[in-house]
Nanobody, 124 residues
Framework: QVQLVESGGGSVQPGGSLRLSCAASEHTGSSRCVGWFRQAPGKEREGVASIVTNGRSTYYADSVKGRFTISQDKAKNTVSLQMNSLKPEDTAIYYC?????????????????WGQGTQVTVSS
């Protein structure tokens, strides 16, 4: 079973940047897709970005396009999320997840393994 551990969360002012990392306990194997989700208080968990681990395809939610970038380091079994131009509405717990296939919709039902989450707070 794949275990995922997120790191890199914290507090930042609007317009600032943070970089989240997701470390896998082992190669993701049949989990060909790694994604980032977020959940704000009182809201549903939503897909933010995903990446095909054996290719280069990436997918983004409209709300983060042009501001967030997902990337992978195969040698280190990590997937990172670079977040720039952060806004207060980006405040949430961010989760890393792994699943068999990436779809453009980035739906939580397509992911089997989940990390514990890391808090991101954007506030002045």
């Amino acid at each position: 079973q794949v275990q995922l551990v997120e790191s890199g969360g914290g507090s930042v002012q609007p317009g600032g940047s943070l970089r989240l990392s997701c470390a896998a306990s082992e190669h993701t194997g049949s989990s060909r897709c790694v994604g980032w989700f977020r959940q704000a208080p009182g809201k549903e968990r939503e897909g933010v970005a995903s990446i095909v681990t054996n290719g280069r395809s990436t997918y983004y939610a409209d709300s983060v396009k042009g501001r967030f970038t997902i990337s992978q380091d195969k040698a280190k079994n990590t997937v990172s999320l670079q977040m720039n131009s952060l806004k207060p509405e980006d405040t949430a717990i961010y989760y890393c997840a792994a699943g068999p296939v990436c779809w453009m919709s980035i739906s939580r039902t397509d992911f089997l393994y989940w990390g514990q989450g890391t808090q991101v707070t954007v506030s002045s």
